[in-house]
């Protein structure tokens, strides 16, 4: 799913968009393994873990609004003339 999106945002040049995205993936990754045994020592497991939950709720907001926004957001770059 991704992938589809990362191609129609980015006709141009996906396979460009497809390669940021996987390097920034994998240091997110690495980075976030390192986080994760920070916070559990330092925090536990419940309060890591919820502080986790919170933040995948922030992402479903986001989410949300690009589904309710996101062709309002769409016709107006075609109205100013913005191409991708």
Not at 70 to 82: E, L
Request: charged share 15%; glycine share 14%.
């Amino acid at each position: 799913m991704c992938g589809t999106l990362l191609v129609d945002v980015h006709p141009k040049s996906p396979s460009t968009a497809q390669a940021a995205n996987s390097l920034v993936r994998a240091f997110l990754a690495g980075g976030g393994t390192a986080l994760v045994q920070i916070l559990l020592d330092s925090m536990g497991v419940g309060w890591t873990f919820t502080l986790f939950g919170v933040i995948c709720m922030g992402c479903l907001g986001l989410a949300w609004l690009e589904w309710k926004y996101g062709k309002v957001w769409r016709d107006g770059m075609i109205r100013r003339g913005i191409e991708r």
